[in-house]
């Protein structure tokens, strides 16, 4: 019976448990899977907010430019401007999400409880202190290890 020594490294134990995902920026953004602490949520919601603002800023730009020029009419470019936005929504859509399931995940929780969320303002405020100001459970459960212990 193996009792979880290897005797190809002199009997010591060996972590049968399957490898920790990369913690990237990838990981953070766009997996479902694992936990995260509450210093990763924000962080992502960070790299959220400063993507929305670049957007805004370079479709702003490139709008108030084109009206500016005459070179184009500004109600032919409005369609344009809308398809590309809800086109870049979809990635920090998939992002946000994202985030909020593994941070459900961190507090012991089923992804179903994201559906909260789509109460009006009821959903906000408890998206709010659920996930970024509640701690999450200590050491492994069911969805990943503890994200705080390495």
Known sequence: MN?????KRGGQLVDW????????????LFSFE??????EYWRGSLYLILI????????????SL??????????????ILAIAVGLMMIPLLWAS???????????????????IALVPYLGAVWGFIEWGCLAGTT?????GPDPLVD
């Open 3 to 7: 009792d979880g020594m290897d005797p």
């Open 17 to 28: 448990s399957p490898p920790r995902p990369a913690r990237d920026w990838k990981w953070l």
């Open 34 to 39: 694992g936990r995260i602490s509450r210093a």
């Open 52 to 63: 929305w603002l670049a957007i805004g800023i370079v479709l702003g730009l490139g709008f």
């Open 66 to 79: 084109t009206a500016y020029t005459g070179g184009i009419d500004p109600q032919a470019v409005t369609p």
């Open 97 to 115: 999400v994202g985030l909020a399931l593994k941070r459900i995940h961190d507090r012991g929780k089923s992804g179903y409880w994201m559906l």
């Open 139 to 143: 050491g492994p459960n069911a969805y």
